[in-house]
Nanobody, 122 residues
Framework: QVELVESGGGPVQAGGSLRLSCAST????????MGWFRQAPGKERELVAA????????RYSDSVKARFIVSRDNAKKQANLEMSKIEPGDVSVYYC???????????????WGRGTQVGVSA
């Protein structure tokens, strides 16, 4: 079982920046990809950014491309999401997910964090 813990959420002004982190307490051999999802009220959960730890392949959703950057720290088994130029549409609960690349891209990674709320004020 892989445990994922998100941190860094909170309120931020529109146009501002925020950094989310996801730490795994399990060996990194349990997964080869980690990504960020978000779910706004009344909407389905969507993949925001995905990072393949084996191939370094990275994928972003069109809504965050050029504004968000995903990175990882192998030694800490941690994934980060640098959010910039935050918009009201970015208000969501952000979840960290991990497993294989194919499962991550399909939206069902299997391992989930509990989520962290990002709020935007005008």
């Amino acid at each position: 079982q892989v445990e994922l813990v998100e941190s860094g959420g909170g309120p931020v002004q529109a146009g501002g920046s925020l950094r989310l982190s996801c730490a795994s307490t399990s060996p990194s051999s349990y997964f080869d990809a980690m990504g960020w999802f978000r779910q706004a009220p009344g909407k389905e959960r969507e993949l925001v950014a995905a990072n393949n730890w084996k191939s370094d392949l990275i994928r972003y959703s069109d809504s965050v491309k050029a504004r968000f950057i995903v990175s990882r720290d192998n030694a800490k088994k941690q994934a980060n999401l640098e959010m910039s130029k935050i918009e009201p549409g970015d208000v969501s609960v952000y979840y960290c997910g991990a497993r294989t690349w194919d499962l991550l891209i399909s939206g069902a990674p299997g391992y989930w964090g509990r989520g962290t709320q990002v709020g935007v004020s005008a």
